[in-house]
């Protein structure tokens, strides 16, 4: 009875207020994106956009000024493998030279239904291993080469994606960019590589300028960072997620351009498992920088309240790291120490095996200035190669329940 009335309500709902778009099928090879925007576009306001069909997409997706938008994404988006095409019409995004295919972009918007993005990352990973030197700095962002992320939710609010499978993604998989109350859920991705070239910097999630943003219940295939908290990320909870040939759960890196200042707070990683990854739990930020103009290092602000919880490791190279040097020199480092002040970090329970690519060494924590308030309890890690190896700088080891050795300079 109860299900009756509130299909009735439904139906109801959908007659008055509710806009219906569905984007027809398209004939193999011809490009959907245009009629994927007019769909957009049309049920922009209260609507119901439904994509059923298999998309071959070849120009940019952007729907904007959404609010209460439901996408009903069944079928299967694929981005075409066109370089030349989407290097320099992709749309650029203010971090990192970062593009992507789809920006999409407003309030109170759900996501969902068991389809696929598939961004053809295969053509793009074999391209940057020859032509890597045309690459940019962020590892893929020129105007004739610029790898795109697949979906961007940017400049949104209440967003919700949920059910949704992500494949061989050209770079980073999804980007929360300048977005509050975002949530991803049962998504499944899986960027690999079936050449010689890796899948470069297939991150499952960045996530840059935005808040309270929930990740969970998910499960990754990658080869970058499984979730990476980039400058301004801050009221985060990742839970409940299997990260297979990752680069870990990274906070940053921070501190990267001088001048700025770049701070991540408030984040809960808890119930992960990562598999056969480089590192497990990652702090990084960049040394300073004598260089008032530095790209590379000299920024300041704060990594702070970070806990990983139940946090599971299995043949990980770098269970737990935390590093205020990144990319910078040991000398410079030491003369110029970072201007990312880390405190309130703690891991609980963080427990499993390392692979020994790092020898006997399961904990690698090196500030340069004072982090603060580092705890660890709980941790219960081994490794392959004997007796496990704790090595700390610059942080106060009573916090800790394992036994500290210095670095070897
Ligand atoms: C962004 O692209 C410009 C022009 O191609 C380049 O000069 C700059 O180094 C790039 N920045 C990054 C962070 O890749
Ligand atoms: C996103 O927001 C930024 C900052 O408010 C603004 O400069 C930019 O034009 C917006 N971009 C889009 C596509 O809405
Ligand atoms: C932890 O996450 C896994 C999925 O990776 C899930 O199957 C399991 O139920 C979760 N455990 C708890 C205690 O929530
Ligand atoms: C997990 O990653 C490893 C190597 O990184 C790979 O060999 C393996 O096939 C992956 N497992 C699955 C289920 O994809
Ligand atoms: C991060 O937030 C701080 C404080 O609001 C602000 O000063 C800073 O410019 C922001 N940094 C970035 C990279 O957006
Ligand atoms: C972190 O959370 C606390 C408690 O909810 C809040 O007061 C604080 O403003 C948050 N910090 C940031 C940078 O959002
Ligand atoms: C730390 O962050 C969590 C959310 O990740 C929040 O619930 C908690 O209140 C924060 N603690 C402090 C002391 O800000
Ligand atoms: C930094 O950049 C500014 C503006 O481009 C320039 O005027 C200044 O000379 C640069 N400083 C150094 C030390 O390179
Ligand atoms: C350490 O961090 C915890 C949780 O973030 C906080 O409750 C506690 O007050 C901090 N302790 C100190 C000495 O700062
Ligand atoms: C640390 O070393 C002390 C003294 O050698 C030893 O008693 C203690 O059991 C060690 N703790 C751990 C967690 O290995």
């Known amino acids: 009875m109860m299900r009756v009335v509130v299909l009735l309500l439904a139906l109801v709902l959908t007659v008055a207020g509710e806009k219906e778009c569905h984007v027809a099928h398209h004939s193999r090879g011809s490009d959907a994106g245009p009629a994927i925007n007019a769909a957009f576009r049309k049920c922009a306001r209260n609507g119901k956009i439904t994509l059923d069909k298999f998309y071959t997409v070849n120009s940019l997706l952007f729907t904007t000024d959404l609010s209460n938008v439901e996408i009903e994404l069944i079928g299967s988006i694929n981005f075409t493998p066109n370089i030349a095409k989407w290097s320099p019409e ?153 990260c297979n040939g990752s680069h870990g759960i990274s906070v940053g890196s921070l501190g990267q351009y001088a001048g700025e200042t770049d701070i991540v707070a408030n984040v809960t990683v808890f119930n992960v498992t990562l598999e056969n990854a480089q590192n497990g739990a990652r702090i990084k930020a960049f040394g300073g920088s004598p260089d008032p103009n530095s790209t590379a290092g000299g920024g300041t602000g704060s990594a702070s309240n970070i806990t990983f919880r139940d946090f599971k490791v299995i043949n990980v190279d770098n269970p737990i790291v935390i590093n205020q040097c990144y990319s910078t020199p040991a000398d410079v480092c030491a003369q110029f120490p970072s201007g990312i002040i880390i405190s309130d970090v703690h891991y609980i329970d963080v427990t499993g095996t390392s692979s020994g690519a790092d020898g006997s060494v399961i904990v690698d924590i090196e500030c340069s200035s004072q982090c603060s308030n580092v705890t660890a309890y709980g941790t219960d890690i081994t490794s392959p190669n004997g007796p496990a190896t704790f090595i700390c700088q610059d942080v106060d080891t009573a916090q800790l329940d394992f036994n500290c050795t210095s670095p070897k300079s």
Request: aromatic share 14%; hydrophobic share 35%.
């Open 90 to 242: 992709s749309y650029f995004l203010e971090y990192q030279n970062a593009t992507t295919f789809w920006f999409l972009s407003g309030s109170h918007i759900c996501m969902h239904g068991g389809g696929t993005i598939n961004g053809n990352g295969q053509v793009w990973w074999d391209a940057l291993s020859t032509n890597g030197q045309d690459a940019g700095t962020a590892g893929g962002s020129s105007r004739t080469f610029a790898r795109p992320i697949p979906l961007t939710v940017g400049n949104s609010s209440h967003v919700e994606i949920e059910d949704i499978n992500f494949v061989g993604s050209p770079f980073w998989n999804n980007f929360v960019y300048q977005s509050d109350h975002v949530t991803y859920k049962k998504i499944i991705i899986d960027s690999v590589s079936y050449s010689s070239a890796p899948a470069a910097n297939s991150d499952g999630w960045d996530i840059y300028r935005s808040s309270d943003v929930v990740i969970t219940e998910s499960w990754i295939n990658n080869d970058d960072d499984c979730v990476s908290f980039k400058p301004n990320s801050t009221n985060v909870e990742v839970s409940h997620l299997f």
